[in-house]
């Protein structure tokens, strides 16, 4: 981790300091409601990078003249931890997270449908546990997650990454050195169903091909990302699903028949909201789910999140 | 905590009734602890780290270390600090802004056991002794709150120190016949001369119950925190809530406690688990 001598960044072949090529990410996992007090939280480990989201809301908003009447406020509070970075950062906020935590809530608010809430407010926490580089795209990755976890309605999820500039070459998910050392950095977030970018920034120099191809390649590191993040919300609530479905079928009773005779009605529904039918999975799921029909609103939730994040839709219709 | 969550008449009613039974809306004993989890090193870029799970609050402390003037009146000493953050990821009661006097007690408390009991061996922190010591700040952030933050806080943050290693350092003297000092890559950690474990309690109506939970803070009239030494000897005492405790009560407090702590003490070696999970477990 010193970097007493320069670091070489990238190699001729192309190969970057640690060891990854152009376009290769970093590794990154999720998890999804990990805090019990939040309304919805996800973790994101990108890299070095820990950092915590929670969800608190819809609730009621304070102060009231910050009101919105006709949607929903969504604030975002950007915090790094004093020990998240190699010098102990003083504890009071900076101009930095003051900025990215707009940029935040700006980014997010087009992915919520915010008018269902009018007069309240969707407060997002975000804690910066250990930062390596690209932290706001990774908080804006656990952000989303920690969103669909609290139930709230969005139309899709949103997705950072940031590209750099290492000597002219432009690579993808820049870490803490190359952010440092490189020339420039260009984070951008994006909703992955429709391509629309809700954050975008750049600080350094890119000359505008090199513009182009980041955005490009960024686009591609998005759907990667995308992948990882339904996924983790999928499976979690997958597992909450069956959960709520074993207590209920006292007797056994041979599901698969069941499954299949409830799949066509339930496709249409389905319908309304998504854009392509759901295979097996998804439908049996859902059929499940729709058998214990009292049961609290957790079970609500979970169907929300179902429709929102179709359970691997995509990755079953290629197969 | 004076940041009270909400809590309904019945639930309220339905507390009490089973303390008069001698139950626990979690169905532990009045004297039992619940189960502890630390997980040292969660990051790696801190000098020190750890995250605490009792039951299920969760608190997480890192130690960063820089080098500075010792304070004028214990030259001979280094300097260790904690701040404790109540952020409103952790709870809705939570706000942000500087930290209140509910953070600020949650803080001076964890220090006063750290620095009452002596625990960082001097050695670790003096460079050059009158010139020249580490200060470490410990700074502890409450990510989940279920209640009995006092304790988590302080095993965080002892739990961060054992784990702290901090660069060796090698006195030069330059031309001028000043000494400096010499920061090098290697790393060596600190000792611990003491190890304080803290125990807290709630009093509700009459009744007095070990690590109490969120709800039961919520309705208890007062609270009770006693840090014990390994040589069992308290090396913090902080009352709070608007309650009081008669001196039999008190009396009592100290001996479970000073079981308490003994046990997890014995216990500190499996409670400490790298390979533990820091967040809730799946439902």
């Known amino acids: ?319 | 905590m004076s940041d009270k969550g909400l809590i309904s008449m019945v639930e309220r009613e339905h507390i009490n009734s089973l303390l008069i039974h001698g139950k626990r809306i979690d169905g532990r004993n009045f004297d039992e602890y619940r189960t502890i989890t630390a997980i040292p090193n969660f990051v790696p870029k801190a000098e020190g780290s750890a995250i605490v799970k009792i039951g299920r609050t969760k608190v997480i402390a890192g130690v960063k270390a820089s080098i500075g003037e010792p304070f004028e009146d214990t030259p001979e000493e280094g300097v260790v600090t904690a701040t404790v953050e109540l952020i409103p990821l952790a709870s809705p009661d939570f706000e942000s802004g500087p930290p209140r006097e509910d953070a600020i007690e949650l803080a001076r408390v964890t220090d006063r056991a750290i620095r009452e009991s002596k625990c960082v061996s001097q050695d670790s922190l003096v460079i050059i002794p009158g010139k020249k010591v580490w200060i470490l700040f410990i700074d502890i952030y409450v990510l989940d709150n279920d209640g009995n933050l006092f304790d988590a806080c302080e095993l965080a943050a002892l739990t961060a120190l054992m784990h702290t290693q901090l660069p060796e350092c090698k006195i030069i003297t330059n031309e001028d016949g000043i000494e400096d000092v010499e920061v090098l890559e290697t790393k060596k950690p600190i000792q611990l001369d003491h190890i304080p474990i803290s125990n807290t309690f709630a009093k509700i109506g009459t009744n007095i119950i070990i690590d109490p939970l969120l709800k039961e803070e919520s309705i208890a009239d007062a609270r009770l925190t006693l840090s014990f030494t390994e040589e069992n000897k308290i090396c913090a005492t902080q009352k709070g809530g608007s309650g009081s405790f008669t001196i039999d009560e008190i009396k009592k407090c100290i001996d479970i406690a000073s079981e308490r702590t003994k046990e997890i003490r014995s216990k500190l070696n499996s409670i400490i688990n790298p390979e533990g999970y820091p967040w809730s477990e799946e439902r």
């Open chain 1, 1 to 319: 981790m010193t970097n007493k001598e320069k670091t070489v960044l990238i190699t001729k072949n192309g190969i970057r300091h640690d060891g990854r090529k152009k376009t290769d990410l970093r590794e990154i996992r999720f998890e999804v409601g990990i805090l019990d007090r939040a309304d919805g939280s996800a973790i994101i480990y990108w890299g070095k990078n820990k950092i915590l989201a929670a969800v608190y809301g819809p609730r009621e908003l304070h102060p009231k003249h910050m009101a919105l009447p006709d949607r929903a406020l969504i604030r975002c509070e950007y915090r790094m931890a004093t020990f998240s970075v190699t010098e102990r950062k003083s504890p009071a906020p900076k101009r930095r997270e003051k900025e990215i935590s707009k940029i935040l809530a700006e980014a997010i608010e087009p992915a919520v449908f915010d008018y269902l809430y009018p007069r309240s407010v969707i407060d997002v926490f975000i804690e910066v546990l250990q930062a390596d580089g690209g932290s706001r795209c990774a908080s804006i990755t656990a952000a989303a997650l920690a969103l669909a976890d609290a139930g709230i309605p969005m139309k899709d999820l949103v997705v950072g990454c940031a590209a750099g500039n290492l000597n002219g070459e432009v690579v993808i998910d820049l870490d803490d050195v190359e952010d440092k050392e490189g020339q420039g950095d260009l984070p951008i977030a994006v909703l992955p169903l429709s391509g629309e970018v809700v954050l975008l920034q750049s600080d350094g120099v890119f000359n505008p091909e090199q513009y182009k191809e980041a955005l490009d390649l960024l686009m591609d590191a998005c759907q990667t990302i995308y992948k990882l993040q339904r996924e983790a919300i999928t499976n979690k609530y997958a597992k909450i699903t069956e959960e709520i479905i074993e207590p209920v079928e006292v007797e056994p009773e041979p599901t698969e028949a069941k499954v299949e005779k409830k799949k066509g009605e339930k496709t249409e529904e389905k319908k309304e909201t998504e854009e392509k039918t759901p295979k097996k999975k998804a439908s049996a799921k859902k059929a499940k789910s729709e058998q214990s029909e009292e049961s609290e609103k957790k079970k609500k939730t979970s169907k929300k999140k179902e429709k929102k994040t179709p359970p691997k839709k995509d990755e079953e219709a290629k197969e």
